[in-house]
């Protein structure tokens, strides 16, 4: 398959509770017809398999016709990666998307991608997004937050990560757990640059579009 980098993503799952914002942003991407390198830490698919009971196999190719069933989304378009696949495209600067999003995304996943640690995929190619100058979004869902966590937030932030704490709102009356799930989806899709109508955007009535 060409390597498309323009319409291309990473997205990673860490061991953070969120596994609904993971797995729902995942398919608004494929929706959106980007390619997804899907990068998933063992404590997220027992995090998914607690939220979402999804169990998902350890194996990486299991794994996406897994995904590729629950979601009835294009084969072409997923790739899930080992987390010890350092020949995949997101390893090198040459090849990585621009753009990557942890979602969910744990304290401890911040803490070694402030500190630039790189040692699974997930830590490597945040490392890669940072080092390009592309964009990376963390989607952080912890609370509360230790002065740490708040450190090495405030780190990435001030070199150019984007922190979205999961935190979604309410002006838009929420009536389900999905509600809420896409608010925050949408918003992550807003920042990426990506057209979504999952939520209403403020001082905008729905009704009158």
């Not at 997205?11 to 995942?26: E, F, V």
């Not at 794994?63 to 080992?82: F, N, P, S, W, Y």
């Not at 990560?161 to 509600?179: C, L, N, R, W």
Request: aromatic share 6%.
């Amino acid at each position: 398959m060409k390597f498309n980098k323009e319409k291309a993503i990473t997205l990673a799952w860490t061991g953070a509770s969120g596994a609904p914002y993971g797995l729902r942003l995942l398919q608004c991407l494929l929706a959106a017809d980007y390619h997804v390198y899907l990068l998933i830490s063992s404590a997220a698919r027992v995090v998914l398999a607690t939220e979402h009971n999804l169990k998902l196999s350890a194996n990486p190719e299991s794994a996406r016709d897994q995904l590729i069933e629950h979601l009835a989304c294009d084969a072409e378009k997923l790739t899930v990666c080992g987390k010890d696949d350092w020949f995949s495209p997101v390893a090198s600067g040459s090849a990585a998307p621009s753009q990557m999003v942890v979602c969910p995304c744990s304290a401890g996943s911040v803490a070694a991608i402030a500190h630039g640690m790189s040692d699974n995929l997930i830590e490597r190619a945040a490392d890669v997004v940072m080092k390009e100058r592309g964009q990376l979004l963390l989607v952080v869902r912890e609370t509360p937050f230790s002065t740490l966590h708040l450190e090495n937030m405030h780190k990435l932030s001030q070199m150019g990560v984007t922190i979205m704490p999961a935190a979604p709102g309410f002006y838009h009356q929420p009536k389900s757990i999905e509600d809420l799930v896409d608010f925050m989806v949408g918003r992550i899709l807003d920042h990426l640059g990506i057209e979504q109508a999952l939520v209403p955007r403020w001082g905008y009535d729905q009704r009158d579009t």
